[in-house]
């Protein structure tokens, strides 16, 4: 059983901690437990599910219908692509895992290559994974911010992530980021493609958009 440390939180204005989560709407953060007060047990507790763990605080995950549906149509593409050749394992957008001892993350979809954990695959007795991703996708709605986004790469890079797709569903372009700073911008025509994390793997970015269409019969 691994033990987590608690986060001790430092003495802050409201406004540094809003700052510090990427100015995100105050929305989206829980007032209880108090900023700064949260640990791991409260993500577990009902309605918090869709909750990340920063700095000792409770954040909602920015969701929407439209980033909910691109989300599950990636999730289903990266699952059947990694299945028959047994790489690895895939979590959704409520698949959270630890990037520090005190950081509880959940991208949209993340993939976990078998080799991320010590004794080949995860253990029955960890609430949260302690693994290094291989992919991680994050799919944008209105209320991400560019510094809350900023912010989650750079803690998913550090956590020993190989690739990052961030889908912009509005713009319709994503980034391919293959480490915080280092990216390839694409527009509808370009490819999502997985690199070391999946080799092989590419997928239309227009495919993506196109998730939830009604084919047109010909």
Not at 113 to 135: M, Q, V
Request: hydrophobic residues 40%; proline residues 7%; glycine residues 8%.
């Amino acid at each position: 059983m691994i033990l987590r440390a608690t986060f001790k939180p430092m003495a802050k204005t409201l406004a540094e901690v809003v700052h510090d989560l990427g100015d995100i709407p105050l929305s989206r953060i829980r007032a209880v437990p108090a900023p700064g007060t949260a640990t791991a047990a409260d993500v577990n507790k009902p309605g918090n599910a869709l909750c990340e763990l920063i700095d000792g605080t409770l954040v909602e995950k920015a969701m929407g219908a439209r980033a909910g549906l691109i989300g599950a149509y990636l999730l289903s593409l990266v699952w059947n692509y990694v299945k028959s050749p047994d790489l690895g394992v895939v979590l959704g957008e409520a698949g959270h895992f630890w990037v520090r001892d005190d950081q509880l993350r959940a991208p949209d979809v993340t993939f976990f290559p078998w080799s991320s954990f010590p004794d080949g695959e995860p253990t029955d007795d960890e609430t949260w994974w302690t693994a290094a991703p291989g992919l991680c996708v994050e799919v944008l709605s209105p209320s991400n911010t560019d510094q809350e986004i900023d912010r989650k790469l750079r803690e998913l890079f550090e956590s020993g992530c190989k690739i990052a797709w961030v889908i912009d569903p509005e713009a319709r372009t994503a980034r391919i980021h293959t480490s915080t700073k280092r990216f390839k911008l694409i527009d509808e025509q370009g490819l999502l493609t997985g690199g070391k994390a999946l080799p092989g793997f590419s997928l239309p970015l227009a495919d993506a958009f196109a998730a939830g269409k009604r084919r047109k019969k010909r």
